[in-house]
Nanobody, 116 residues
Framework: EVQLVESGGGLVQPGGSLRLSCAAS????????MSWVRQAPGEGAEWISA????????YYDDSVKGRFAISRDNAKNTLYLQMNSLKPSDTAVYYC?????????RGQGTQVIVSG
């Protein structure tokens, strides 16, 4: 059974940082591209970042480029998203997803609230 479990969300002030984690199981994580997708209240899903299986090639949406960093530890079957210089507009539920793009299997999500 494919499982993706996100953690690390919370309430942070503007300008702060958070590190999200996604623990994967039930599939060959090291052979899978992985993505982060977020959904703000009342909005559609937004694909913000992805990383290739080998961990070298990455994608960032313009909205997070230069502030967020995606990484992975294939030995630990874990995906990460380091989020710096957070803005109120980053408030959303953050999901990790299997594959390159927003349409793969997702976990249950972790809430990030950026508010002062």
């Amino acid at each position: 059974e494919v499982q993706l479990v996100e953690s690390g969300g919370g309430l942070v002030q503007p300008g702060g940082s958070l590190r999200l984690s996604c623990a994967a199981s039930g599939f060959s994580f090291g052979s899978s591209d992985m993505s982060w997708v977020r959904q703000a209240p009342g909005e559609g899903a937004e694909w913000i970042s992805a990383i290739a299986s080998g961990g070298v090639v990455a994608y960032y949406d313009d909205s997070v480029k230069g502030r967020f960093a995606i990484s992975r530890d294939n030995a630990k079957n874990t995906l990460y998203l380091q989020m710096n210089s957070l803005k109120p507009s980053d408030t959303a539920v953050y999901y990790c997803a299997r594959g390159w793009g927003p349409f793969g299997y997702r976990g249950q999500g972790t809430q990030v609230i950026v508010s002062g």
